[in-house]
């Protein structure tokens, strides 16, 4: 791997910056198109907008067309389960929902590496879970007793993002690893482009005829923040370490329920304004905290 940390954290401040704002856009979009179709479009525009670059710019990348890595084929499945896991949850709860229990994708990181990797669990990753757990409880039980949706929706929301956590950190696991022999943008041209063909059959093609431009702006951004994100995170995969990335990224639903709230009080009406109470925003506050510090490698003496 390549160290230039101060690089590696700008490309995971850029991406935690547009994973802020995605769930909002991920929102709107479910309002006139099927989940399913919503995630299927934004891998194909990723995935026409980079293939476009690589023909213009690189051509000789496109040789990983020819012998992929099979690993690279189990991430894009992971990060395939993550878009619907993700678009399912904001869609059957809200933007906030969604980003605070994704928080379960760092910290699911940390467990692959005590479990898979044999890495030694340090006392201060146990309390950024423990943190995180009573994190999740308080914040879930606001939303349970008076949040944004009725409870079966709620559930179900958790539902699909639990599972879209666990794809999530089956990409990130099997990315890392991939990025210290391939250049990261080539493995994303697979990333993008085989999970076209696994969500095809789900995908309902009609949609797009007549759909309001709007609408159509919503999924051109949703495709667009696909590629810079998730191309910005590859390459801070490549310049520093999944820990310091993770602490990060984890930033994120901050972005989200601060833009929510402001949203709220301005009175938009493009999208559905969330009630968070006070016990509900100290429960986020310590989710993330508690996945900072869980994701957060001890220094050695």
Same mark, same amino acid.
Request: proline share 4%.
């Given at each position: 791997?390549?160290?230039?940390?101060?690089?590696?954290?700008?490309?995971?401040?850029?991406?935690?910056?547009?994973?802020?704002?995605?769930?909002?856009?991920?929102?709107?979009?479910?309002?006139?198109?099927?989940?399913?179709?919503?995630?299927?479009?934004?891998?194909?525009?990723?995935?026409?907008?980079?293939?476009?670059?690589?023909?213009?710019?690189?051509?000789? %990348?496109?040789? $990983? +067309?020819?012998?992929? #890595?099979?690993?690279?084929?189990?991430?894009?499945? !992971? *990060?395939? /389960? &993550?878009?619907?896991?993700?678009?399912?949850?904001?869609?059957?709860?809200?933007?906030?929902?969604?980003?605070?229990?994704?928080?379960?994708?760092?910290?699911?990181?940390?467990?692959?590496?005590?479990?898979?990797?044999?890495?030694?669990?340090?006392?201060?990753?146990?309390?950024?879970?423990?943190?995180?757990?009573?994190?999740?409880?308080?914040?879930?039980?606001?939303?349970?007793?008076?949040?944004?949706?009725?409870?079966?929706?709620?559930?179900?929301?958790?539902?699909?993002?639990?599972?879209?956590?666990?794809?999530?950190?089956?990409?990130?696991?099997?990315?890392?690893?991939?990025?210290?022999?391939?250049?990261?943008?080539?493995?994303?041209?697979?990333?993008? %482009?085989?999970? $076209? +063909?696994?969500?095809? #059959?789900?995908?309902?093609?009609?949609?797009?005829? !007549? *759909?309001? /431009? &709007?609408?159509?702006?919503?999924?051109?951004?949703?495709?667009?923040?696909?590629?810079?994100?998730?191309?910005?995170?590859?390459?801070?995969?490549?310049?520093?370490?999944?820990?310091?990335?993770?602490?990060?990224?984890?930033?994120?639903?901050?972005?989200?329920?601060?833009?929510?709230?402001?949203?709220?009080?301005?009175?938009?009406?493009?999208?559905?304004?969330?009630?968070?109470?006070?016990?509900?925003?100290?429960?986020?506050?310590?989710?993330?905290?508690?996945?900072?510090?869980?994701?957060?490698?001890?220094?050695?003496?």
């Amino acid at each position: 791997m390549e160290k230039n940390h101060k690089k590696g954290i700008l490309f995971a401040v850029f991406t935690a910056v547009l994973w802020g704002f995605l769930p909002l856009a991920l929102k709107v979009s479910t309002y006139s198109i099927a989940p399913v179709t919503v995630a299927w479009s934004r891998f194909m525009i990723a995935f026409a907008l980079l293939l476009s670059i690589f023909i213009i710019r690189y051509p000789k %990348g496109l040789k $990983i +067309f020819i012998k992929p #890595p099979v690993l690279l084929f189990i991430a894009a499945i !992971g *990060l395939t /389960i &993550n878009y619907v896991g993700a678009i399912h949850g904001v869609h059957y709860t809200s933007p906030s929902n969604m980003q605070i229990l994704m928080q379960l994708a760092p910290m699911m990181l940390v467990i692959s590496g005590i479990l898979i990797f044999k890495e030694k669990v340090s006392r201060s990753q146990v309390l950024g879970m423990l943190t995180a757990f009573i994190g999740f409880t308080l914040f879930y039980g606001d939303q349970y007793q008076g949040g944004n949706t009725n409870n079966q929706s709620l559930l179900t929301g958790m539902a699909w993002v639990f599972c879209g956590a666990l794809g999530w950190t089956l990409y990130a696991v099997l990315q890392k690893k991939l990025t210290e022999k391939h250049n990261p943008q080539e493995l994303n041209l697979i990333i993008y %482009g085989f999970p $076209i +063909f696994l969500l095809m #059959p789900l995908t309902d093609l009609d949609v797009f005829v !007549g *759909l309001e /431009i &709007n609408f159509w702006l919503v999924l051109i951004f949703l495709g667009i923040n696909t590629l810079l994100a998730y191309g910005s995170l590859s390459e801070a995969f490549r310049y520093t370490d999944a820990n310091k990335i993770g602490m990060i990224i984890t930033l994120n639903p901050i972005i989200t329920i601060f833009t929510m709230q402001l949203l709220g009080l301005a009175d938009v009406q493009w999208i559905d304004h969330e009630k968070i109470g006070l016990f509900g925003l100290l429960g986020a506050f310590m989710v993330v905290s508690g996945a900072i510090i869980a994701v957060r490698k001890p220094k050695r003496a």
